[in-house]
Nanobody, 125 residues
Framework: QVQLVESGGGLVQAGASLKLSCAAS????????AGWFRQAPGKEREFVAA????????FYADSVKGRFTMSRDNAKNMVYLQMNSLKPEDTAVYYC??????????????????WGQGTQVTVSS
């Protein structure tokens, strides 16, 4: 198991950028696939982006493709989500997730068994 702690959320205006960070501890994070999910009020938690253990493969939700970039630094046990051209509909609590083992990154919440506590992102119009 790994412990995940997100940071970097905040209140920004539409069109601005934010970079979320996720710090992992407890095990060798380089063997874990990772993902970002978000949950807006009254809605289910949805997939945003995912990355393979090596960082060589990334997947994105259609709603963020071209605006968000997920990356990782395994030497620092960190995962990042660079968010550009933010829109009010991006407002949500953003969660970092991880799952051990090889294989492609996953878009499914059910595939992740390690979750952070979330960080709030609010985009005003």
């Amino acid at each position: 198991q790994v412990q995940l702690v997100e940071s970097g959320g905040g209140l920004v205006q539409a069109g601005a950028s934010l970079k979320l960070s996720c710090a992992a501890s407890g095990r060798t994070f380089s063997s874990y696939r990772a993902g970002w999910f978000r949950q807006a009020p009254g809605k289910e938690r949805e997939f945003v982006a995912a990355i393979s253990a090596s960082g060589g493969t990334t997947f994105y939700a259609d709603s963020v493709k071209g605006r968000f970039t997920m990356s990782r630094d395994n030497a620092k046990n960190m995962v990042y989500l660079q968010m550009n051209s933010l829109k009010p509909e991006d407002t949500a609590v953003y969660y970092c997730a991880a799952r051990g083992g090889a294989g492609p990154p996953s878009r499914s919440r059910a595939d992740y068994n390690n979750w952070g506590q979330g960080t709030q992102v609010t985009v005003s119009s």
